[in-house]
C-alpha cells in the first residue's frame, strides 16, 4: 500500500509527486502513456515568476523573450518590450520527462501505461482500479491526487463533474523565416474567441498555434496556409497536435481521500490558457495540505476542504476576472477588435502599462481592471453598446 497515488504525469503531478517523495512519503505515479512527456500540443512559455518555482535545466529552455507583436484583425500591431525576461519558451516534452527524473530519483514510483480506470474508497484509504496490458489490478494507497489534465473521466466518476466550458488548442512546429520575436494574432476569423501564434523557438524553428471553440483542424490549416502565404514560415507537412484547456475551474476538487490539481482541476488561465504556473501554484497548496492532513491521520473532505480555500485564496479571484475579460473579448467583433487596438496604440495606453508595476505575466486582474477604467475604452464600450462588465460577470 502506498501513501499517495498520483494520477497522471505531466507536470503537475511528477511535480507533487516529487515534492511529496521529497517529504518521506511512498509516493507511485501512473500514467496511461509509455513514458512521461506527450504534452507536445503545449508551447511551454511561462513567465519568470514561473521559473523561480520551477528552476529547470538549461536545456529545456528554448527561449528567451523580453518582447511580443499583437496584431489587430485589421493588421496593424501593437510592440510590446521591456528590458528583462518577462518569459520562457520551454521545450515542454523534455520539461515533463525531466521533472519525472527527478520524482524518481527523490524516491517517487512511476508506472507507464497503466491506465487508471476508477478510485474508488475502502477502509483504509482508496483502491485505484488500472489496466496494463489489458491486464485489470487494483492498488491501494492513502490517498490519490487526480492530476490527469483535461479530461473529466475521473472527476465526473468521483461526482465532481467535469469541466463544460473549455478552449480547443492546436499547434505544430514550423520552420520560420526572419521571426525573432513571439507574434499574436488577433481576430476571429484566424482564432474566434481567442488568438493564434507564432514563437520562435531558436534557430530558424518556431511552434504556430491557436486556440478556439471548435474546430481547431479547420482554423489550423488556414491558418498555416496564411504563414505560408505571408511568407513567415516554409511550407511543409505540419504535423499538429491538439489539446484542450479548461477556462473555468471545477467547483469541487477535494473529497474524501482524494484532491484533484492542475488542469483536471481548471486551474489554467482564461485569458491565455496557460495552466503550468497555476497548477504548480495549486499543486504547492495541495502538497502543504495533504502533509498536515498526514499527520493529523485525518484525510477525510472536511480536512482536505483546506486544499480547496487555500487555491481558491490566490487564484479565485484572478481566475474570476480572466473568465470575465475573455468572455467580454468573445463578443467582440473584428472590426471592434481593430478599433481597441487603434485607441491602445492612439493613446499610448499600452506603453503606460509597460511601465505600470501591475504589468505581470501571469498576474492579468489589475491591468484588466486599470484598463477598463480607461476614458477611451469606456467610451468604445458604449459605443459598442457592450454588455457592462458588471452584467457579464453576474452572468457568469
Ligand atoms: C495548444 C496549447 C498550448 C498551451 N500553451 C501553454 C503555454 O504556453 N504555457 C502554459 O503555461 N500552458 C500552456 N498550455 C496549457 C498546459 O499545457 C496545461 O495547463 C498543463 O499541461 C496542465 O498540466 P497537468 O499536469 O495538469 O496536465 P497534463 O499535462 O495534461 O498531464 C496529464 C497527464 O495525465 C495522464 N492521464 C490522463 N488520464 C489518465 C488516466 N486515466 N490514467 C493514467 N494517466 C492519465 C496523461 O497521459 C498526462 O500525462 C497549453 C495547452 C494547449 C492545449
Known amino acids: 500500500m502506498y501513501d499517495i497515488i498520483v494520477i497522471g504525469a505531466g507536470i503537475t503531478g511528477s511535480f507533487t509527486a516529487r515534492e511529496l517523495a521529497k517529504l518521506g512519503y511512498q509516493v507511485c505515479t501512473l500514467d496511461k502513456h509509455p513514458s512521461a512527456g506527450n504534452k507536445s500540443s503545449c508551447t511551454g512559455i511561462v513567465s519568470s515568476e514561473c521559473m523561480e518555482l520551477l528552476p529547470v535545466d538549461d536545456s529545456i529552455i528554448q527561449q528567451k523573450a523580453h518582447s511580443a507583436r499583437i496584431f489587430s484583425p485589421a493588421g496593424n ?129 518556431a511552434k504556430a498555434g491557436l486556440l478556439c471553440r471548435s474546430n481547431p483542424h479547420k482554423y489550423m490549416a ?34 474524501n481521500r482524494f484532491v484533484v490539481i492542475g488542469d483536471a482541476a481548471g486551474q489554467a488561465k482564461p485569458t491565455t490558457g496557460g495552466g503550468i504556473y497555476f497548477g504548480l501554484l495549486a499543486a504547492r497548496e495541495a502538497i502543504t495540505v495533504l502533509d498536515d492532513a498526514f499527520k493529523e491521520r485525518d484525510l477525510t473532505a472536511r480536512y482536505l476542504s483546506r486544499y480547496q480555500k487555500r487555491w481558491r485564496q490566490i487564484l479565485g479571484h484572478e481566475l474570476s476576472i480572466d473568465y470575465w475579460a475573455h468572455r467580454f473579448y468573445q463578443s467582440l467583433d473584428d472590426r471592434q477588435i481593430s478599433h481597441i487596438f487603434d485607441l491602445i496604440e492612439r493613446h499610448g495606453i499600452h506603453e ?41 460577470k453576474h452572468k457568469t
Open 77 to 205: 500591431f501593437i510592440r510590446i518590450e521591456r528590458d528583462s525576461t518577462q518569459a520562457y519558451i520551454l521545450d515542454r516534452p523534455k520539461l515533463d520527462m525531466w521533472m519525472a527524473a527527478q520524482a524518481q530519483a527523490c524516491g517517487a514510483e512511476f508506472r507507464f501505461n497503466t491506465f487508471v480506470e476508477s478510485i474508488d474508497q475502502s477502509k483504509e484509504g482508496v483502491i485505484v482500479t488500472c489496466q496494463h496490458n489489458r491486464r485489470h489490478f487494483d492498488l491501494e494507497a492513502g490517498v490519490a491526487i487526480i492530476a490527469s489534465g483535461f479530461s473529466g473521466r475521473l472527476t465526473g466518476k468521483l461526482g465532481l463533474g467535469q469541466i463544460s466550458y473549455y478552449a480547443r488548442g492546436a499547434q505544430s512546429e514550423v520552420t520560420c523565416l526572419d521571426i525573432d520575436e513571439t507574434e499574436v494574432y488577433c481576430g476571429n476569423e484566424l482564432a474566434p474567441g481567442f488568438f493564434a501564434w507564432l514563437v520562435p523557438t531558436g534557430g530558424s524553428r
Open 222 to 255: 488556414s491558418f498555416l496556409s496564411r504563414l505560408v502565404r505571408l511568407g513567415k514560415i516554409f511550407p511543409a507537412e505540419f504535423s499538429i497536435s491538439y489539446g484542450n484547456i479548461p477556462l473555468q475551474p471545477l467547483s469541487r476538487t477535494y473529497g
Open 352 to 392: 503606460s502599462f509597460l511601465t505600470s508595476p501591475d504589468i505581470s505575466f501571469d498576474w492579468h486582474s489589475k491591468i484588466i481592471t486599470e484598463a477598463i477604467k480607461h476614458r477611451s475604452l469606456q467610451r468604445a464600450l458604449k459605443e459598442f453598446h457592450l454588455k457592462s462588465p458588471e452584467r457579464l
